[in-house]
């Protein structure tokens, strides 16, 4: 059975950070590029940063240059570092997995973002 689990969400204030995890099972972690995407109330699911299984990496223009993906194989997780936080980074944050047509996703994690 295929689990993604993400965890790592909260409220925090404009400015600050949080780094999201997402901890995968019943897969070849390894062999599979993972995704982050969110999706704010009233708004479509849309894509934040994706790492392949080579490592090379691509981000939403929203997001470049404040948050970073990451992927620790031997721990089959994928991380999502947030750094200056804004009010419109407020979403649920859900991990995706995807190889060779077949995808998975997580349960989601809240990221709220208010003074």
């Known amino acids: 059975q295929v689990r993604l689990v993400e965890s790592g969400g909260g409220l925090v204030q404009p400015g600050e950070s949080l780094r999201l995890s997402c901890a995968a099972s019943?897969?070849?972690?390894?062999?599979?590029?993972m995704g982050w995407y969110r999706q704010a109330p009233g708004k479509q699911r849309e894509l934040v940063a994706t790492?392949?299984?080579?490592?090379?990496?691509a981000y939403a223009d929203s997001v470049k240059g404040r948050f970073t993906i990451s992927r620790d194989n031997a721990k089959n997780t994928v991380y999502l570092q947030m750094n200056s936080l804004k009010p419109e980074d407020t979403a649920v944050y859900y991990c995706?997995?995807?190889?060779?047509?077949?995808?998975?996703w997580g349960q989601g994690t809240q990221v709220t973002v208010s003074s």
């Open positions: 995706n997995a995807v190889f060779m047509g077949s995808g998975y």
């Open positions: 019943g897969i070849r972690f390894s062999i599979y590029g």
């Open positions: 790492i392949t299984s080579g490592v090379s990496t």
